[in-house]
């Protein structure tokens, strides 16, 4: 045999075997995908740690969330379009110790519903009885989500409700019922928001808002003037809703100071998150984008400036859809987890896993996407995420919700979705030129994510085997210790479907401590304050939020997993004012309400 | 455009004329792997519409370090590159991958195929086409192809049809660019006669970034389309012709079929231009094949 022909024959060899890569990696991928295969209760806490229960119904909470009816002009993909709404906010209104759930429905006249904790295990809508229920009237609009945060530090967290229409703010009294104080507030007229935090960007001890457009202001998506309001591109488009940073007064009235303040885009909002990302002291704005690039906004005292291409994090374009912090390698740095758009075949975007890299820090820090490397990245039409420790093993797990529009289970919308997203902007952003859904589904009836850290740079799926098996299409996602239990048990909102409580159940040899801070020179929902706790040679950090992942937030309370027979050397609370405290070695198994010292 | 000769450096790089066959000074081999990158830098500079530099430059660099080594082996000679480089530009463009790993494999896979996949000492596959197919059916958990719009700037998009239609005017090649546009927009309006479905909705991917490079790169291929001027306007109608019936299947909602439409005209050409040149090698059986 000549040589020519024996590599001839090698050649081939080798070109058969290349080809066979893809099928042997699905084959790999496969087998770790075993390990999200149903199992029983006993077996999921025996080898993860928890187990969750959904016991929505059985604790007195039956809410199903509807969705708005827009302009005739877009009934052929009306499923798509109003596609939001669904949205759930934990706060403790009435300051019993116990937290509750806000929920917001966005059919127009639906009701959004608060839920008060009982004590016992159930709950009960008192939204009518607040004055928190009858939001979505006819000409205002429909909610959208809400944020909870002591605007004028009387103690009661004030609720800031954003809508695609008029934003509303509702001051807490005393727990008991709650006053409409939008327009001394100033708030604007109408504004299609999806996302809004709460944060004290100056750091003057009062609590300043952030609110982020979705469709532009100027669209009344019930009376449209023409229907060229969708996105000009499906990932360059610039004709989004504006961005509003509300500067609290003190008097109960803010001032709008977004382009005096340096943030001044049209990018299709989503999602926002607020965190010390630099260890300056300061609360960076990172903005999670639809349709484009992420956005970072470094905040030096009273201005910022977008340094997301500098960074890494505004490179590539995706769908972004959710914004949440956390330390997921327990080194003392917060990491961002922005979820995006992934279906088989048609657009594989991944999530994206922003961790800082070693060695970068202030203002010359870069992050890279691990997302892939700690399998966090595929997770179908992802909305929301929170970090939280679900096994209290002392590492932060991801809870992800997603699905599109579950509609008929054997047309889908995705063919014909494709089409339009490669459009011209005179083509896309017309949705007189998009194809009708026709009651097809896009990406619906897809399977939630429950990422356990392995504490080792791994995440892996255990949704099925705990429990997490709905398939509705989730939206907003909260962690939350409901029952006061040292747990953190999970709640998500689904658009047209009904809000899910699950009761996490977790291992009993695994410890816990958890935070609740309240501010005294600082705003007083201590919002922005970080916790960082030592222990068995570790560290992790964690913040108090003003709203974070997908239209949620999440509790203020901070909760910390500790694995077995911990050994806590300290915990360091750095306060916004700055302020630095430590508790010595405090104990497990409580919970710490430590008050900012005067 | 040439994505897939084969020939000896020296013919190519080292004694060029500049004479009739060049352009600006150059030979037409070099217009365009040039006007490619052009398309890369002018994207990536209005748009940004690289996934990463690290994915793009892997795939180049693994299309060409591949050619240089099975060149070496199976001519004895370090071949000319710029084809080898139009593959993996081709790849880090078309295909969008969050991973690494489909960059590098599709590009290997690519110029392999011009060495494996053979009849009459031609190949019968454009590479970037094979290689991005093979992606597509056998790993749709982790590529796409790039569908969407890069974005909406007008004058950076007239620039690059207006230079493109140049360029394969010069190489003599207008004839299919125009007959595929031309076939697209009538079968545009057949599927909206057929759908009911806005006659913007069946145009608009043509407008999109992946057309350009078909249009320009892949269908015009001159060692992967047949040797008639003739046969060249029927095989790409029927290309387009083929992707229609694609684009009609997805429509229709037919799920054996699924697997084709996530990129109609990158699987039409796959299926239509190896049963071409298969078709045109043997009509000219006995006559040499250069």
């Known amino acids: 045999m000549s040589g020519r022909k024996l590599a001839r024959i090698v050649l081939v060899v080798v070109f058969v075997g290349l080809i066979s890569v893809p099928l042997v990696m699905k084959k790999l991928a496969a087998r770790r995908a075993q390990a999200n295969a149903t199992i029983g209760e006993k077996a999921a806490l025996n080898r993860y740690g928890f187990h969750l229960e959904e016991v929505a119904k059985a604790s007195g909470v039956n809410f199903k969330h509807q969705a708005p009816t827009l302009d005739h002009r877009l009934d052929h993909i009306m499923p798509q379009v109003a596609s939001m709404g669904a949205a759930v906010s934990v706060v403790d209104f009435n300051r019993d110790g116990w937290a509750d759930l806000y929920v917001t429905n966005s059919g127009e006249g639906s009701k959004n519903a608060l839920f008060k904790n009982n004590h016992d295990g159930s709950f009960s809508d008192v939204a009518a009885d607040v004055g928190l229920a009858d939001l979505n009237q006819a000409g205002t609009g429909v909610s959208m989500g809400s944020v909870w945060g002591d605007y004028d530090n009387d103690g009661y967290e004030d609720l ?16 008991q019922k709650f006053t409409r104080v939008t327009e001394k507030a100033g708030l604007p007229a109408w504004v299609n928001a999806n996302t809004a935090i709460w944060f004290d960007y100056d750091r003057d001890g009062r609590l300043d808002l952030f609110l982020g457009g979705y469709y532009s202001e100027d669209v009344d998506l019930w009376h449209l003037k023409n229907t060229k309001m969708m996105p000009e591109s499906f990932e360059y488009a610039k004709n989004g809703g504006r961005k509003y940073l509300f500067h609290n007064l003190g008097d109960g009235a803010f001032e709008e100071i977004s382009q005096k303040a340096g943030i001044d885009t049209r990018r299709w909002a989503l999602a926002a998150t607020v965190a010390d990302l630099r260890g300056s002291g300061q609360q960076d704005l990172f903005i999670a984008n639809d349709y484009g690039i992420s956005e970072l906004y470094f905040n030096d005292g009273k ?75 595929i997770g179908g039409w992802s909305f929301g995420a929170q970090f939280g420790d679900m096994n209290n093993d002392g590492t932060l797990d991801l809870y992800l919700v997603n699905g599109y529009v579950s509609a008929d289970r054997n047309q889908n919308y995705w063919y014909d979705f494709s089409k339009i997203a490669g459009g011209n902007s005179t083509i ?115 913040q108090v939020s003003g709203g974070n992942g997908f239209c949620s937030q999440s509790q203020r309370r901070l909760h910390f997993g500790l694995g077995k027979n911990p050994q806590i050397e300290k915990a360091e609370i750095r306060w916004p004012s700055g302020k630095i405290e430590t508790l010595q070695k405090p104990t497990s198994g409580q919970v710490y309400r430590v008050k900012e010292s005067a | 455009m040439s994505e897939s000769t084969i020939q000896p450096v020296r013919a190519a790089t080292l004694d060029v004329p500049v004479s009739r066959g060049s352009w600006i000074g150059l030979n037409n081999r070099y217009i365009p792997p040039l006007f490619i990158t052009f398309i890369l830098v002018v994207g990536h500079l209005f748009y940004g ?83 991005i197919c093979v992606l597509l059916f056998l790993a749709p958990e982790t590529v796409a192809a790039l569908s969407v719009q890069w974005g909406n700037y007008k004058w950076p998009l007239l620039v690059i049809w207006i230079l493109g239609s140049v360029i394969i005017y010069r190489a003599k090649r207008i004839h299919i660019s125009v007959t595929y546009v031309a076939s697209f927009f009538a079968f545009a309006f057949l599927r909206s006669w057929i759908t009911g479905d806005p006659w913007f909705a069946e145009v608009a991917p043509i407008t999109g970034p992946m057309y350009q490079l078909f249009v320009f790169f892949m269908v015009t291929d001159p060692r992967t389309t047949v040797s008639t001027r003739r046969g060249r306007i029927v095989v790409v ?32 050409l796959s299926i239509v231009g190896p049963i071409a040149m298969w078709w045109d090698l043997r009509r000219k059986a006995g006559t040499p094949v250069s």
């Open chain 1, 303 to 377: 201005q910022f400036r977008e340094v997301g291409n500098e960074t890494g994090v505004g490179f590539s374009p995706k769908s972004g859809m959710n914004a949440s912090v956390g330390d997921v390698l327990n080194q003392g740095r917060f990491a961002i987890y922005v979820s995006n758009i992934s279906e088989e075949g048609v657009l594989i975007q991944g999530n994206n896993l922003w961790v800082p890299r070693d060695g970068t820090t202030g203002d010359a820090i870069k992050y890279d996407n691990l997302a892939r490397e700690m399998d966090v990245e």
């Open chain 2, 49 to 131: 519409i690289l996934e990463s530099y690290e994915r793009t430059a892997l795939a180049i660099v693994c299309a060409l370090v591949t050619e240089l080594v099975l060149g070496r082996i199976f001519f004895g000679k370090w071949l000319n590159l710029s084809s080898a480089y139009i593959s993996g530009i081709s790849v880090g463009i078309l295909l969008r991958s969050p991973a690494f790993w489909p960059y590098a494999l599709c590009s290997v896979l690519s110029i392999m195929s011009k060495y494996v996949l053979r009849v009459k000492g031609r190949h019968l596959w454009n590479p970037s086409n094979f290689g």
């Open chain 1, 160 to 175: 800031f409700l954003y809508k695609w229409g008029k934003p509303e703010l509702f001051h807490n009294d005393g727990g």
């Open chain 1, 428 to 542: 896309i952003s017309d949705a007189a030129h998009w194809p009708a859904m026709d009651g097809r589904s896009l990406s619906g009836y897809q399977q939630k994510k429950v990422w356990l850290n392995d504490g080792a740079g791994r995440f892996i799926n255990v949704a099925q085997a705990v429990g997490a098996s709905d398939v509705f299409d989730g939206r907003s996602v909260v962690m939350v210790d409901l029952w006061n239990r040292g747990v953190l048990d999970v709640v998500v909102a689904n658009q047209r479907g009904p809000l899910l409580i699950y009761k996490n159940h977790v291992t009993q040899e695994n410890k816990w401590i958890d935070f609740e801070l309240e501010g005294a020179t600082s705003n007083r929902s201590a919002i922005g304050a970080e916790v960082r706790l030592f222990w068995d040679g570790h560290q992790q950090v964690q």
């Open chain 2, 237 to 268: 109608a029927i290309v387009a012709l083929v992707e229609t019936l694609i684009r009609l299947a997805g429509d229709f909602q037919l799920p054996l079929l699924r697997p084709f439409y996530v990129s109609p005209p990158i699987l039409a």
